[in-house]
């Protein structure tokens, strides 16, 4: 008689279209971003080089989707996310919706200041401790705690209440560090983890949701040249 062997965990692997995705865009460019500013909560549109990575990133992801089932497009509500998910919206053919939850981490007084003002001694605090926040600004703990609650609620739109039908898309247009917090909640990391990213302007990061949880399978993708 044969020997037994358990069965493959890849027996019944989906493939890439019945496979349910988490799709996370950070804006195109902003003037702001250009000039090398701490960019929070202040609203900039995107800059003219923004608005050309955004119709061709929307084009890519069009392309790419064909035939999925696209659940939704969320974004956050600052002008530079609205901008950028209006075009996947309209390649889509999906009307976005906004999720207060997706808006960019509060940096407080440090809002649209040069990155290099910030003194190494405080970057060095920033970096180690998840509780540090700006003077008047948020803390990693506290973008990962409501990044961690949008994720939850997007996995749950992601699944079709058909069994039967292939694995939903969610777009989520949002910004650098609720989209390392959302990286940081598929790997089950602390929140000191989103500082070991770093993600590009207009740029396609995805998670994938398996059946032994969720799975990174895209980081940081570019579709146009990476110039901010």
């Known amino acids: 008689m044969a020997a037994w062997a358990p069965p493959s965990l890849f027996a019944h692997r989906p493939s890439r279209t019945e496979r349910k995705l988490i799709i996370l865009v950070r804006h195109g460019r902003t003037e702001a971003n250009h000039r090398g500013l701490l960019l929070g909560r202040a609203d900039p549109r995107l800059d003219e080089t923004g608005i050309v990575q955004v119709a061709a990133l929307a084009d890519y992801l069009a392309q790419e989707l064909i035939g999925r089932k696209i659940n ?23 009307t976005p919706e906004v999720d207060e939850r997706l808006i960019e981490m509060n940096y407080g007084e440090w809002d649209q200041l040069p990155v290099d003002e910030i003194a190494p001694e405080v970057w060095k605090q920033w970096r180690v401790d998840p509780d540090f926040s ?3 600004g948020e803390s990693l703990a506290q973008v990962q705690i409501r990044v961690g609650q949008c994720l939850d609620d997007l996995v749950r739109r992601a699944h079709s209440p058909d069994p039967d039908s292939p694995g939903g898309v969610v777009v989520a247009v949002s910004h650098t560090s609720p989209i390392k917090a959302a990286l940081v909640w598929a790997l089950r990391g602390s929140p000191e983890l989103a500082w070991r990213f770093r993600l590009s302007v207009a740029s396609i990061t995805e998670i994938t949701l398996g059946p032994f949880g969720p799975v990174v399978t895209r980081f940081n993708e570019t579709v146009t040249p990476s110039v901010g």
């Open 134 to 136: 700006p003077p008047g």
């Open 72 to 94: 939704a497009v969320v974004t956050s509500p600052l002008l530079r996310t609205q901008e950028t998910a209006a075009a996947i919206g309209h390649a889509l053919a999906v």
